[in-house]
């Protein structure tokens, strides 16, 4: 496992991750951590929030878990909406998870090498201050229609 730059790895992540946990999923759609994860929804992947702030909210079909520990299904990815000083407050919950995620992503801004390191060294991948949304337009695999229309 690594820390993810590579064009083909991104994509590869984007094409097949199908569960996103967002870690610090938030209600407020004028948040990048309502926002992303609702676009990403609209995309076909199936979100998982997280955040022990908001328990009774609704947010993409559930209400949010307190930590990631709790989740007991299979996660492709974590997105991390976490300011970087707090990821290592994070990490034993990350690791903690059974199954382990396939990937955390620290979203655009976030970067914590320490804590990157532990989740390689554990078979984490890691991709550091980058947006799902962003790439995930900039590689131009979005749908172009939402998924419901087809329906």
Known sequence: MAE?????DLVRILTDSHVVAVLGAHP???KP???VPAYLHQQGY????????????????SKP???LAELRRPI???????????LSDHLPDILDMDPLPKVVWFQQGVR????????VEAGIDVVQDACMLALHKKFGL??????DATR
Do not use: C, M
């Open 28 to 30: 407020d759609p004028k």
């Open 76 to 86: 492709d990815v974590v997105d991390v909406f976490r300011r970087s000083e707090y």
């Open 4 to 8: 993810i730059r590579s064009h083909e």
């Open 112 to 119: 914590n090498d320490d804590v990157a390191e532990r989740l």
């Open 33 to 35: 951590a309502h926002f």
């Open 65 to 67: 878990t307190a930590t």
């Open 46 to 61: 199936a979100i998982v929030p997280v955040n022990p702030i908001y328990p009774e909210a609704e947010l993409w079909g």
């Open 142 to 147: 979005g749908r172009t229609q939402p998924a």
